[in-house]
């Protein structure tokens, strides 16, 4: 019993996986061609694993965190403080060309399925700058479910998000793959590149690099690489 409660242990302590590339672009192209919400899903992915932000942020993002009233994307935005999973102001930027022609597309198909439309013409493309950036089938917010931890503090939980995206990873064959998982991916990739500790904490929204160094330890595929490299 005490040898199970200790795998029971160890198995909540866990890491997300590591998606790499080719199974990322086989998600990607697995959503575009079967998804009810191609365009949204798509997008959604991608903004998923190109910035790192986490489901909550994700639902609470708006229009106008993406776009400026005229229209162009806002290069450099912010995750605000009431976006923030940790309630602090962080740098956002829509700097990636692939994610920004997906969001892109995305906005587009919202204005001609009228989906958080704006009668004011010309401003924001049409859009209401305070609807949330990604929608349900719907056209609504996704909706948020507010708990209050012992230490006062309110924590914000979007099942309803979070259930959309590991169904998008569970339906590419991804195993364990949820939101937590892209931004191990991203943290691990940058780490990869030769990015420092605190420029990837700063992105993930870490207040402390020990919280990063314990997300990037224990690369798969550097453990792979030393292994190979043995005989």
Known sequence: MRGIALYERIARMAKPPVVEDKNLEHMLKATAGYSRMAERDVALLLTLYGTAMATTELAKITVSDYLEADGTVKV???????????????????????????????LA????????????????????PASSLFLTDDGKPYALT??????????????????????????????????????????VKQHRKGYDLVHIAKILGHKSVTTTKRLVEGDPTRLADIVAGAV
């Open 146 to 187: 507010a708990k209050t931890l012992p230490s006062g503090v309110v924590s914000y939980s979007c099942n309803t998000l979070g259930a959309v995206i590991s169904k998008l990873h569970a339906n590419a064959g991804i195993k364990g793959g949820n939101a937590q998982a892209a931004r191990r991916t991203w943290a």
């Open 109 to 128: 198909w919202r204005l001609a399925h009228k989906h958080g439309a704006t009668v004011k013409k010309g401003a924001y493309r049409g859009l209401d």
């Open 76 to 106: 450099n935005s912010a995750v605000r403080h009431d976006v923030a999973h940790n309630g602090e102001l962080r740098p956002l930027y829509w700097s990636n060309r692939r994610v920004v022609n997906a969001v892109d597309k995305y």
